[in-house]
Structure formats: C-alpha cells, structure tokens
C-alpha cells in the first residue's frame, strides 16, 4: 500500500458528462502530481501541484481543471467528457515535489459510453 | 510527449533467467527513474539512479547510466514469476524549477514458470 488513496476506483459515464477525481496524498506529502494512462499515448503527465500551488503543467486539456485543497487532498474536474478520454487516471505525491521518488495511487478507471 | 523509451516492448523468459530492459531518452536529466506496474494497477518506484552516477543496485535489481549516450539499463537478475509486470523508465528535466517526471512506454515482462 502506497499511503496514496483514489476514489472512486472505477467510474462509468456518458459523453458530455462531467465527473471529479479525487486524491488524498501519502501523510507528510505536500506535492500531487496526477497522470493518465491510455493505450495509444503511455502515461501522460497532466498537473502537478505542490502546497496548494499549482507547479507543473503537463498535457492537460483545457476540458480538464485540478486544484489541491488546504487540506492537500486533490481533485481533478474532467467536463465534456469525449470517448477518448477514457483511460485510467492515477494520483502520485511526493514529499517535497523536487528531484525525488513518487509514490502512485491505485488510479481510477474511467469509462465513458 | 515521452522523453524516455523503453526496449524492448515486450519480453518473456524462462524463470531464473535474467531480464535486461533499456531506456533512452533525449535531453539533459537531473535523474532517472524505474517503476513497476502489475496490470492495471499503480506504479511501484524500484530505483532512483542520478546523472552523476554509473551505476546503482538493489537486490536483485542494477541499474546502469550512460548519459552520454543517454540511455539506462535495467537488469533484473534470478527473475521469479512475480516479476511479471511492466517496466517503465522515467526521467526528471532540469528546469525552472519544476519537477516533470516523464515516462516512457514500458516493457512488458512476462516469466514464465
């Protein structure tokens, strides 16, 4: 067990649709980084966060918002949902967010029909 | 877009054999990264190798770097069923502060029992 939690672990949806991700990071991590994972494009870094602050900005869609709260929980917000953007989404953190080891969340699956 | 990409894609051997897997990747890193997936499950850190370093083990794992071909090995040696998994190397960019971990591909690696 990584210490890193995502729910829910599978999500089904329509086209169109907006749904939110949420992350709670490994205790004592103040960094958030999250990823998705498809078949054709490989693990794809999409935002990074660090103490709340936004850090790194990857391929992250327009259609797709994050925000890492006080609490360092983290939610990514993925509106007008297309058929390509199902894939699986994973949340890592890290202690300090510099040159250092992630550790990943199980990831959430999400489908969309 | 991936900075790293792993060789070969895909890989089975026999149990007790030994495992290479290569990396490369294209520009100046501050270190190198290897991860493990099981299938569809989170990614696992295994080794953190620095660009000022040759070469790094860790139980039955070493890992080795040329950054001036700008490529890394992973050798795994004794393999067990277990080692089943995907592989995937990542590399930190220098830069303005911000921490991208880029991930290759993968290799596939199936040991047979």
């Known amino acids: 067990d990584s210490g890193v939690t995502q729910t829910p672990k599978h999500l089904i949806t329509a086209t169109g649709q907006r749904v939110t991700l949420r992350c709670s990071p490994r205790s004592g991590d103040l960094s958030v980084y999250w990823y998705q994972q498809s078949l054709d494009q490989g693990l794809q870094f999409l935002i990074q966060y660090y103490n709340g602050e936004e850090r790194a900005k990857g391929n992250i869609l327009e259609r797709f918002s994050a925000q890492q709260f006080p609490d360092l929980h983290s939610e990514l917000n993925l509106s007008s949902l297309e058929l390509g953007d199902s894939a699986l989404y994973f949340c890592?953190?890290?202690?300090?967010?510099?040159?250092?080891?992630?550790?990943f969340g199980s990831g959430t699956q999400l489908s969309v029909l | 877009s991936q900075q790293g990409e792993e060789d070969p894609q895909a890989l089975s051997i026999q149990e007790g054999e030994n495992a290479t897997m290569n990396c490369s990747y294209k520009t100046s890193i501050n270190n190198l990264q290897w991860y493990r997936q099981n299938s569809g499950r989170g990614l696992v850190h295994l080794i953190l190798i620095r660009s000022n370093e040759r070469e790094k083990h860790s139980g039955r794992l070493r890992v080795t770097l040329d950054t001036s071909k700008k490529s890394s090995s992973l050798l795994i040696t004794a393999s067990r069923a277990a080692d089943t998994a995907s592989y995937f190397c990542a590399t930190v960019n220098s830069g303005a502060g911000s921490y991208q971990l880029t991930f290759g591909k993968g290799t596939k690696l199936s040991v047979i029992p």
């Open positions: 890592a953190s890290s202690t300090t967010g510099g040159n250092e080891k992630l550790f």
